[in-house]
C-alpha cells in the first residue's frame, strides 16, 4: 500500500449508472472489445491497461454510481458510439492484489480503514486497473486497486 498521483489522462470511455450487485451484468457487454474496435477505427493507440473508474461508490451492493470503463490512449478522438475525455489528476492510495476478483473487496476492506486511520479524507472514487487478466476466478490475475483521497 501506498500514496500515488496519476497525472491526467487521455481515455476512450463507456459510462454507466449502475450497482455493486450489477456488475456481472457489465461484464457480459464486452465493452473492452467494443471500446477497442473503436480506438482503431479512429486510428488511436491504445497505451495500457483496461480500467473500472467508480465515482460515487460507499460500498453497499445496492447504491447506485457511475462506473467508467477506460482505455488511455494517445490522443482524444471524435466522440461516436464512445466518448473521449481527459481525466483529471488523482491522488489515491494503491495496492496491487494478485488473485481472483472475487476477492478483490479485501482489498478495500483493509485499505479504507487503515486509510481513515491516517486521517485521510475518502472521495467515494476509486480505479482497478487490470494489468493482467487471466479470468475473473483465476489467481494469476493482476490488479492495481486505486482509492482516492483529498
Known amino acids: 500500500m501506498h500514496a500515488k498521483e ?14 455493486l450487485n450489477k456488475l456481472n451484468n457489465i461484464l457480459a457487454l464486452r465493452v473492452d472489445e467494443k471500446l477497442k474496435k473503436e480506438a482503431s477505427k479512429q486510428q488511436i493507440k491504445i497505451l495500457g491497461p483496461i480500467q473500472w473508474n467508480y465515482y460515487g461508490t460507499d460500498g453497499n451492493p445496492d447504491t447506485a454510481f457511475t462506473l467508467e470503463i477506460v482505455f488511455p490512449v494517445d490522443r482524444p478522438g471524435r466522440d461516436d458510439e464512445f466518448k473521449f475525455k481527459t481525466l483529471p489528476s488523482f491522488k489515491c492510495i494503491s495496492v496491487i492484489h494478485k488473485g481472483s476478483w472475487l476477492s478483490i473487496k479485501d482489498v478495500y476492506d483493509n485499505v479504507i480503514p487503515q486509510m481513515h486511520v491516517e486521517g485521510l479524507s475518502l472521495t467515494g472514487n476509486c480505479r482497478e486497473i487490470y494489468s493482467k487478466i487471466v479470468g475473473p476466478a483465476s489467481e494469476e490475475n493482476i490488479t492495481e486497486v486505486q482509492v482516492e483521497y483529498k
Open 6 to 19: 496519476v497525472q491526467p489522462t487521455d481515455v476512450i470511455y463507456y459510462s454507466q449508472i449502475t450497482t
